[in-house]
């Protein structure tokens, strides 16, 4: 019998492969080791297959999904299955909270806000995307469907500081040419990986895409590639040691 997904996206189906193209990216993750400050206990929410678990804290991770938690190298502590949602901790239980690119899966944003406030006794760190600023991205002339999706997805950032109260700070963060967590725009400078269908199923973005409209998106990427028509539009790209495009970091303290 089919698992019903705990979020919006099926991972049960689609990410087997995932951990092969996200991975901790080490520059994103001094941003986040830096928010969590003096912590020592943290939970992880939404904790996937491991990514920015800074190894150096006693990381308690809650991953919903069994394909997700299996691709956790053995080097990381164990996943508990539990969804965001509905924490199965005491208040105030951990010193510091975490929720890395995971925020806009889950299937009721304010009720996982608060439960993260509510476990955390400290710092609540989000690891999340502007949907306002999605559109810097070169991919939206491709495939704006991908982008109006993702919009819907998100939660406003100013909402994340309202539910999660007390004092917050949002710092955009600089996403490196050569960025290992293969998120979107990651992929900035190096157009042809989204020509790979396993970095595209890596990707949840492209799951709200109508496979019809997919195809047309790579076949005509493809197609400028091909004619030094991409670079033409958009070789600058390329040549940017980093994108200051839609990740944010939200760190908000009670």
């Known amino acids: 019998m089919p698992v019903k997904p705990a979020g919006d996206f099926d991972y049960e189906a689609l990410g087997s492969d995932y951990s092969a193209v996200r991975r901790t990216d080490p520059r994103i993750a001094q941003y986040v080791r830096r928010a969590l400050g003096t912590a020592r206990r943290v939970v992880n929410v939404g904790a996937g297959a491991g990514s920015y678990e800074p190894p150096d804290l006693l990381v308690t991770p809650v991953e919903p999904s069994a394909i997700m938690r299996s691709q956790r190298s053995p080097g990381r502590p164990s996943a508990l299955e539990a969804v965001a949602e509905d924490l199965p901790f005491l208040d105030g239980g951990f010193d510091a909270a975490m929720a890395m690119v995971t925020l806009h899966q889950w299937s009721d944003h304010d009720r996982g806000l608060r439960e993260l406030r509510r476990v955390s006794r400290g710092p609540v760190v989000i690891l999340t995307f502007d949907g306002d600023a999605l559109d810097k991205f070169w991919l939206a002339a491709y495939v704006p469907e991908l982008i109006t999706a993702e919009r819907r997805r998100y939660p406003h950032i100013d909402r994340i500081r309202h539910i999660l109260g007390g004092t917050s700070t949002v710092t ?6 050569d960025c290992s967590d293969g ?23 492209w799951g709200f895409v109508p496979p019809e409209v997919q195809q047309r998106a790579v076949d005509r990427l493809r197609h400028d590639l091909a004619r030094g028509e991409w670079d033409r539009r958009y070789g600058t790209f390329r040549e940017l040691a980093e994108f200051h495009g839609s990740l944010r970091l939200i760190v908000a303290t009670p």
């Open 183 to 205: 998120f979107t725009e990651a992929f900035y400078a190096r157009p042809e990986r989204f020509l790979d269908p396993a970095v595209r199923q890596a990707q949840s973005a």
């Open 172 to 177: 955009a963060i600089p996403i490196p040419i």
